[in-house]
């Protein structure tokens, strides 16, 4: 089949943006019409999409699924990370201010903000949510990223300053993340189905197994936001969620799962499609830690031998970005590497020989999500070209995954999206799955945690290099964001680069 | 008979028992800490124990299975480990969406296979006889899956008639429930009408051959009318008990389709329970069905005393 | 799939299909001798794949993807680009795999369990069959879906499920067919000469039922053929890069709308070979259940 050219996702891109800015446009002036209250029925959207939230508590229960539906629509934060420009910007505070030694963060609140309880939104409020992550009460390991801070200050009702005990280029980022949610004292005690924030909508209704619907709530400090009610509705199977807006199910595909069946709906008048990126390096991660991965010249061998291309044209019908470290192209220190290790089977025979091995084998344990079974069986094939015989062992994720390859590290070779933001530091960690220790690369990754922004971006692309170079894992694509959405949705989040699958900018013509 | 009776309850209640505890040791293997799956891939070791600890898995196994087994006849199923809620809310909603299918795909196999398979027997040596044997052949060879995909991509995806899957309570729109209810009903129920059939068939046949409904056929009567007259319930009591056992297996049948349809139905929350290593939650749903089973068995069991001479007598 | 007719309770007679007169004997005979070509297509593709495919079914090849079907590829090739029918050799392969060794599970269990129920005058013969009526409360989907938890899913766990929730089958057509003949003069004649029970279990019992025997493997194998291939649907079955029809039907439904070949041509081999199965099993029935004699 033909595959999108560069070009045509390039023009693709631009026409994106075009679209983005006429629906702010289009809003504009729609809004005499829907300021009659007479007329207008409540206007509803129902967005589909893949992994239903386990729980609806991010404190205690992990997974990117509650996020999704709760961060920035039900819970803020007092920065938010920007869908368009992947940057930082102001959300419960107006402003904040950062000292010159990098330690000291004034934020300014806005005033009039409320819970979704009727409680009244105030810098107590924020002291108590920070400080609520680094208590037992925060069980998901994320917490790990609010022990920087050392001390909170309550100076008004409306500033609070956070004292840091090291300066960190990274805080302020993970503020946009749900660890920075904002919590009420008096909302904390169903968290798991009764959320209680700040945002424009509140949780409606939670009907496990098929859907969650949010509803905007009248006191909201800020701009109310265009629709009404939002049915967030989970599907197991990539095909049923199609057919749901193939026959008027739902409004939009969140996350497209079957990439194949693009084509049908770029065909289809009714539809829009909408092509951003991710967050998610889609990682081949090798065992660093045991045989025959232990031995740099094997890893690369098996990056030699991967024809990226293909993988993505099998995985993703060629949607999607080679990548070639663990930086999405969306991160400000984001440099093409895949010329570090291209598609070269002779070069990869050599590297195996050199490095001594024959007829390898190799257990290779993947996770039961579409991506990791699909992709697997073309890198077993290009693997075994070059004398791997990869052996696929599928696990139920996440829990047989979690258990067999990121508990126990029982594994050779495995496949998963990392999509969590900006997440290069988990090849510092040693005990992470990937089993790769490099004293310089976290040497590196500690001066840029303290660096000025400059040069921290610069020791940050550094790190990415040495990395691919060491081939500590392969990286074979960054995950596309398909997004099919009937032709009068707009402003819906193109990008996800943040947690949050954010509904307040979306728009019904 | 009531001694009879008496004895069929004691062994219903044993084999609850046995069930029970054959469910409980089988998923206390489980590899995988619940308390630490829970707390995500790297909490640290003492939340794990207060975890555990709260879930109660630190204790011994024993008293693990009592304080489970107690809770069941109450409905109590404890709560899960992924979402903190109670299970046996959430079993009773599913149940009701996996019952309301099952039931009404039930219903249309019956109405499908009544009049087929009589009409199969009794004109069993003719054409149209062999048209509805060789049909049920091949309603049964089609998986209900693929039957459901079909039927979507053409009433949902061409033809834009009915939706293409999802619930809707009828408390909320009686309207939409029936919609959304008629392609998985039709996905279930078409293939259950095939089997069906087979066994209305030869139940009629059966009852065709025997003495008082020949004499009756000698007299001038036809077919039908001879079996109208004096084997209908003879042969109902066969068919009876194939229905009721297909009613307690479809109730984990129905898990394909409603994972085609996308309804949240007691399968599918037995496989998001099992993707998500909630250990109690797949006890508590593995040991309602089981229970459907054995009590629907003890049902018929009990019926055919009451109803079948021969067997009290025996 | 699970409206399995394992699942009649003893009390109910078998069902018979088969009909009498000549013309329904011919009948009976057509559909026996259309099951065992059907059957006998299935498996012969099956044998043929051992030695011989038009191409390697794991063979990805991302510049042949999604081909309709050709001199090359007689049916087209998939999303890797292998070729749908060698993919499909090697599912009848998977498919007949996994139903021997779950009617072989069953068979060895349930026959030896059911003959010695029949036998047995002590309390033990009603414990085992109580013991299988409990079997019979978990059905195959629901054994294989735990198993799958248990152990990971894997072809062998789906297989194994779906044996176990069989026996109770065999047992129970053993057991009824035991006690028929062992109520016959001749065992009855044995019995009082003195023989032991193994020895009449194993030399008048088994030749006697394995008639009836044969049609329930082979009505086992259709529901189990059934069975997989809801399993792999479901995920829970054979596991990729393994062919099965199962999954090749559930790795095609992204492509329903623009190659919906991929989905029908497994779909149209677990028909096959479901319908394959049932009518041998009929056709034998009609040949071997001794009731039918005597009517």
Not at chain 1, 360 to 377: D, G, K, M
Not at chain 2, 87 to 109: E, N, S
Not at chain 2, 205 to 224: F, I, M, Q, S
Not at chain 3, 76 to 99: C, I, N, P, W
Request: aromatic share 8%; charged share 15%; with cysteine.
């Amino acid at each position: 089949m033909s595959l999108p050219s560069r070009r045509r996702r390039a023009l693709a891109a631009g026409a994106l943006a075009v679209v983005l800015a006429g629906c702010s446009a289009g809003s504009g002036t729609s809004e005499p019409s829907s300021g009659d209250p007479a007329e207008a029925a409540p206007s509803t959207l129902a967005v589909g999409l893949a992994a239903e939230p386990a729980s609806l508590d991010f404190t205690t229960t992990d997974g990117a699924a509650i996020p999704e539906a709760l961060l920035y629509n039900v819970y803020e934060t007092l920065v938010k990370l920007d869908s368009e420009s992947g940057e930082v910007v102001p959300l419960l505070a107006e402003d904040y201010e950062v000292s010159d030694d990098g330690l000291t963060y004034t934020f300014t609140l806005h005033e009039d903000v409320t819970f979704s309880n009727g409680d009244e939104f105030t810098a107590d409020d924020v002291k108590y949510s920070i400080e609520r992550v680094q208590s037992e009460a925060w069980t998901v390991s994320l917490k790990e990223a609010m022990s920087i801070v050392g001390s909170v200050e309550v100076s008004s009702p409306t500033e609070v300053v956070v004292n840091l005990s090291e300066p960190s280029n990274d805080w302020l980022y993970r503020m946009t993340t749900r660890i920075g949610a904002m919590f009420s004292e008096t909302g904390v005690d169903d968290l798991a189905n009764t959320p209680v924030g700040t945002g424009p909508y509140v949780l409606d209704t939670f009907t496990r197994g098929d859907s969650l619907t949010l509803a905007t709530r009248d006191d909201y400090w800020g701009e109310a936001p265009d629709v009404e009610e939002v049915t967030l509705r989970y599907f197991e199977d990539a095909t049923a969620m199609n057919n749901a807006l193939l026959s008027g199910g739902i409004d939009v595909i969140g996350t497209l799962q079957s990439p194949e069946s693009l084509e049908r709906f770029a065909d289809d008048d009714r539809f829009e499609v909408l092509e951003g990126t991710t967050n998610g390096e889609l990682v081949l991660s090798m065992n660093n830690a045991r045989p025959p991965f232990d031995d740099v010249r094997v890893r690369q061998a098996v990056r030699h031998a991967l024809d990226r291309q293909a993988i993505l044209d099998t995985t993703y019908a060629g949607y999607g970005e080679l990548i070639g470290s663990m930086v999405p192209p969306t991160d400000p220190w984001y440099e093409d590497l895949t010329d570090v290790a291209p598609y070269d089977p002779a070069q990869a025979q050599a590297l195996l020989a050199e490095a001594g091995v024959s007829d390898l084998n190799v257990a290779f344990r993947i996770p039961n999500l579409p991506y990791a079974v699909t992709a697997s069986q073309v890198v077993k094939s290009q693997l075994a070209e070059v004398g791997i015989n990869a052996e696929i062992e599928v696990l139920e994720f996440p829990a047989r995954w979690l258990d067999v390859v990121f508990q126990q590290n029982d594994y050779d070779m495995s496949l998963i999206a990392h999509v969590e933001p900006r997440d290069m530091t988990i090849f510092a960690d040693p005990d992470y799955y990937f089993g790769y220790v490099d004293p310089e690369f976290q040497s590196t990754l500690e001066q840029a945690g303290t660096a000025d922004s400059e040069q921290y971006v610069e020791l940050m692309r550094q790190a990415a290099r040495q990395l691919s170079e060491d081939a500590a894992a392969d990286w074979l694509f960054v995950l596309p964001n398909l997004i099919v959405a009937e032709q009068d949705v707009q402003g819906l989040p193109v990008n996800r680069v943040s947690e949050s699958f954010d509904l307040t900018g979306v728009t019904r013509a | 008979m009531l001694v009879q009776v008496l004895r069929r309850l004691a062994v219903f209640v044993l084999s609850l028992v046995a069930a029970s505890v054959l469910v409980f040791a089988f998923m206390a293997v489980l590899p995988g800490d619940p308390a630490q799956i829970a707390l995500g891939v790297s909490a640290t070791p003492e939340s794990v124990a207060a975890t555990r600890a709260a879930f109660g898995t630190d204790r011994p196994l024993v008293v693990q299975y009592a304080g489970w087994v107690s809770g069941l006849p109450v409905g109590d199923f404890g709560s899960s480990y992924v979402s903190r809620t109670a299970i046996g809310p959430q079993i009773l909603d599913r149940v009701q969406v996996t019952l309301w299918l099952v039931l009404c795909a039930t219903a249309l196999a019956l109405v499908l296979a009544l009049p087929l398979g009589v009409l199969a027997a009794a004109r069993h040596r003719s054409a149209s006889g062999a048209v509805v044997s060789g049909v049920s052949q091949l309603g049964i060879a089609v998986p209900s899956f693929l039957a459901g995909i079909l039927l979507v991509t053409v009433f949902a995806v061409r033809l834009g008639v009915l939706p293409s899957g999802g619930w809707v309570p009828p408390a909320q729109n009686p309207g939409e429930f029936v919609r959304h209810l008629v392609l998985p009903v039709v996905a279930l129920g078409v293939v259950q009408a095939a089997v069906l059939t087979r066994y209305v068939r030869s139940a009629v046949l059966d009852v065709l051959r025997e003495d008082y409904v020949r004499t009756a056929r000698a007299k001038g009567l036809g077919p039908l009318r001879a079996l109208a007259r004096h084997g209908f319930r003879n042969a109902a009591i066969p068919v009876v008990t194939v229905l009721a056992l297909q009613v307690a297996t479809l109730l984990i049948g129905a898990v394909v389709v409603e994972r085609v349809f996308v309804i949240p139905g007691l399968g599918s929350l037995l496989l998001d329970g099992t993707a998500n290593r909630d250990l109690l939650l797949v006890q508590g749903v593995v040991m309602v069905l089981v229970v459907a089973v054995l009590l629907v068995n003890l049902l018929v069991d009990l019926l055919y005393t009451v109803i079948d001479p021969r067997l009290r007598a025996g | 799939m699970s409206t399995a007719p394992d699942s009649q309770p003893a009390a109910q007679p078998a069902p018979v299909l088969g009909a009498r007169g000549p013309a329904g004997r011919r009948r009976a005979t057509a559909g026996l001798l259309i099951g065992a070509v059907l059957v006998g297509l299935v498996v012969l593709t099956a044998l043929v794949s051992f030695v011989w495919t038009p191409y390697d079914p794991l063979q990805v090849d991302s510049t042949a993807r999604l081909l309709g079907p050709s001199g090359e590829h007689l049916l087209g090739t998939d999303k890797f680009g292998r070729d749908t029918v060698s993919q499909l050799m090697l599912g009848a392969r998977t498919t007949l795999f996994v139903g021997f060794i779950a009617v072989g599970l069953a068979a060895v269990v349930g026959i030896p369990l059911g003959v010695f129920a029949s036998m047995s005058t002590s309390w033990l013969g009603a414990a085992v069959m109580r013991a299988n009526d409990l079997l019979l409360a978990f059905p195959a989907l629901l054994l294989a879906i735990m198993f799958g938890a248990v152990f990971g899913a894997s072809t062998l766990t789906a297989m194994v499920a779906i044996g176990i929730a069989t026996i109770p089958a065999f047992a129970r057509i053993a057991r009824s067919g035991a006690l028929q003949v062992l109520s016959t003069e001749y065992v009855l004649a044995a019995r009082a000469a003195g023989r032991r029970r193994v020895g009449i279990a194993v030399r008048h019992v088994l030749p006697n039922i394995s008639g009836l025997l044969i049609v329930q493997a082979s009505v086992s194998f259709a529901i189990a053929v059934l069975a997989e291939a809801a399993l792999s649907f479901l995920g829970f079955g054979t596991r990729p890069p393994t062919p099965s029809w199962g999954r090749m039907l559930q790795e095609s439904q992204e492509f329903l709308y623009l190659t919906p070949r991929l989905a029908l041509v497994p779909g149209i081999a677990i028909a096959v070979a479901v319908l394959g199965f049932n009518l041998l099993g009929d056709g034998l029935r009609d040949r071997f259940d001794p009731k039918l004699e005597d009517r």
